[in-house]
């Protein structure tokens, strides 16, 4: 079939099959073989989907746009990238000798080094991150695992982790369980599969006996999964019980005696911790404990158990109430406007996790603020020690603080 060349910047399709690529800067056009080796430019491409050879060597679609003309699926305007083999072309060289360069191996010369790295950047030319893992055995990649994209509590936490992942160029995969513990191993797998260097779990299930990351380096954020000695971890977390003392100590300061915790059925362990630190607090103030003002809600939606939990906390006399979460606080602060108990004067609420959320309802939520950002930053900073070998590394314990705001008040 004869081809004619573009007589216009935008160039006219002649054929409807095949892969056909159009050089908008040379105005010509180009039938393409799994075989042929595309120099770098502007192309058009009509095809179904470009050919394998060429699929990693197309930068950016630059104006995608429907063929109109009958049985063309898609004709699209891509740059196309240069390879080492263009650098070393236009450079005089060998493209091992680029390869090399690039690498700044010791076998180059300085004057080539920069003189290819120069011919790199004209050209545009992008590493192959692929290929470089394979000559150094590093992947530069971290898997990072959580239960629930959607838990406001996890959003800081990964753009912590994130962010210390880019200062050292590592980058991330992100994997969530959706809160299925038999998706727990079928993750790792999946990651170990991309060969990450190492894992970093948000939260995923409390005590399961499943997760099992094998020999790859994994920090996990806050308590609630431990694994034994045939592992390489590491772990990241706040003082449950110190930090649930702030919330009494603060209660106890305006006041309030009779203090209830609502508790969460979902998180056993860290549930529990916050117990204890309840319970610390009021023992250390003289305050005896009572079980009558302990509560777990059954329902599992830590919204529903904070708003279900209202009438039992008023019939047990409490003029003051430390919940679970942040979430779990806001359930509970919802059914007070319903039914129209007053906060903080009625009943002074608190939560645990400072979300953002925990400054927008009305009464503003005094609450216990996790360092989120910070814990995923220091995981992230724990796990590279551990790809770079086990070391002495310890468990890392980060401090909270009590964030005072409208839903706090003194006893009348």
């Known amino acids: 079939m004869r081809i004619e060349p573009p007589s216009t910047a935008t160039p006219k399709l002649l054929v409807a099959f095949g892969a056909l690529f159009v050089d908008i800067e040379r105005t010509r056009s180009q039938s393409i073989s799994s075989n042929s ?192 000695p045939d592992h390489c971890w590491r772990l990241v977390a706040i003082d449950d019980k110190k930090s649930a003392g702030l919330a009494v100590d603060h209660l106890l300061e305006l006041g309030h005696r009779r203090i209830a915790y609502v508790g969460s059925v979902r998180r056993p362990s860290s549930t529990r911790h916050r117990q204890e630190g309840y319970e610390a607090a009021l023992r250390a103030a003289g305050v005896p404990v009572e079980r009558d003002l302990i509560f777990y809600p059954a329902l599992q939606d830590d919204l529903s158990a904070g708003a279900s939990s209202l009438a039992d906390v008023l019939g047990s006399g409490a003029t003051a109430v430390f919940c679970y979460n942040d979430i779990t606080a806001i359930g509970l602060l919802s059914e007070c406007r319903r039914r129209a108990v007053g906060v903080p004067d009625v009943l002074s609420v608190v939560g645990f996790d400072d979300i953002e959320t925990a400054r927008l309802v009305t009464p503003a939520l005094t609450t216990v603020a996790q360092p989120r950002h910070a814990l995923g930053q220091t995981a992230m900073a724990s796990l590279l020690r551990l790809v770079d070998g086990p070391g002495d590394e310890e468990h890392v314990y980060l401090s909270c603080k009590l964030v005072m705001r409208e839903s706090t008040g003194r006893r009348l």
């Open 37 to 228: 080796r595309m120099k770098p430019g502007r192309y058009v491409i009509q095809t179904a989907a470009p050919p394998a050879s060429l699929r990693n060597r197309l930068r950016k679609c630059i104006n995608p746009r429907r063929c109109l003309s009958s049985g063309c699926r898609w004709f699209t305007d891509w740059e196309i990238v240069a390879s080492i083999y263009d650098i070393a072309e236009r450079a005089g060289v060998a493209p091992s000798t680029v390869s090399r360069a690039l690498r700044d191996h010791a076998r180059i010369s300085k004057e080539t080094r920069t003189r290819i790295k120069q011919i790199a950047d004209e050209m545009g030319f992008i590493p192959n991150s692929i290929a470089q893992s394979l000559v150094s055995q590093r992947t530069r990649t971290v898997g990072v695992i959580t239960a629930n994209l959607a838990d406001p509590w996890v959003g800081a936490v990964i753009q912590g982790i994130e962010d210390a992942a880019h200062a050292a160029e590592y980058i991330l995969i992100l994997t969530t369980t959706k809160e299925r513990r038999f998706r727990e191993n079928a993750v790792v797998d999946v990651l170990q599969q991309r060969r990450v260097e190492g894992i970093i779990v948000v939260p995923v299930y409390e005590g399961s006996e499943e997760f099992d990351p094998g020999l790859t380096p994994t920090v996990l954020i806050n308590e609630g999964l431990h694994l034994g």
